[in-house]
């Protein structure tokens, strides 16, 4: 008896989530095989999950809080810097590893038929369980930190899955164009190191001008990280600024989607 496997060209959203079901062991497993893989045969373990962001915060919040004096309106700078931290570094980690998952992987597309979205949507994944660290770290600190909670808080989850799936989405753009254009994998650890200064990690955007605000919107971490802070902190959120990131994540998902799915029927001729 023969099986033949054959690539399934012009699936549409549906047709997609269904073969990632059919997937799915594929893909928990390559995601378990990157998190073991980033913490074997280190000292600290996950801890890492935690250190990186909060030095990064502290250094952050000395330049914009110290040096530029940003407000950070009575909230502890440090505290005001992580919550900004912990959303940015998920992204930043999904969207680089992501861009160069189908290189990497070249081996495996020539050999065996799989969904090849499944690679760089594994580095998602494979980032949970720092991201899931990091924020019980920071929720500790702010309950230390906090006189009272707001109700915003339940909003706070949301938020987090608008990080997942704007990293998600620009790790599957950035994995295609890669594949075509090789420049990609300078260009993007480039953009992720400019970003971490464009993106109100220690600031917001209340420091910037009116009439530039709108572009720093078009980065969809702005729109994310302000939105965590207004749940935390009940800080002012503009929410027409606010809908120009979610209008930016929701193209980024959808055309990746599309431009990925055209992509992936010559990716093993093009890699």
Request: proline share 4%.
């Amino acid at each position: 008896m023969i099986t033949v496997i054959e690539n399934k060209k012009g699936l549409n959203l549906k047709q997609r989530i269904h073969e990632l079901n059919e997937y799915r062991e594929l893909l928990w497993t390559l995601a378990y095989r990157d998190f073991r893989v980033k913490y074997t045969q280190t000292i600290l373990g996950i801890l890492w999950a935690v250190i990186e962001p909060l030095f990064t915060a502290v250094l952050l919040s000395f330049v914009f809080n110290k040096v530029a004096k940003a407000n950070t309106f009575g909230i502890n700078p440090v505290l005001f810097g992580l919550t900004g931290m912990i959303a940015w570094n998920y992204f930043a980690n999904v969207v680089g590893q992501g861009t160069g998952s189908l290189i990497l992987a070249q081996n495996m597309i020539k050999k065996i038929y799989f969904p090849k979205i499944i690679l760089p949507a594994s580095k998602a994944i494979a980032a949970l369980p720092d991201l899931l660290i990091a924020l019980v770290f920071t929720l500790i600190f702010y309950f230390i930190y906090r006189d009272h909670v707001g109700f915003n808080l339940i909003y706070l989850p949301v938020f987090l899955l608008l990080t997942i799936v704007s990293a998600m989405s620009l790790g599957i753009w950035f994995s295609a164009l890669n594949i075509r254009y090789r420049d990609f994998r300078h260009i993007v650890p480039f953009v992720i190191r400019i970003g971490l200064f464009v993106t109100p990690i220690a600031y917001t955007t209340m420091d910037v001008p009116e009439q530039f605000r709108w572009i720093f919107y078009l980065n969809p971490m702005t729109g994310i990280i302000e939105g965590i802070r207004w749940s935390l902190f009940g800080l002012q959120m503009d929410c027409n600024y606010f809908f120009i990131s979610i209008a930016v994540i929701i193209m980024l998902f959808i055309t990746g989607f599309l431009f990925f799915n055209k992509m992936e029927k010559n990716i093993a001729d093009i890699i």
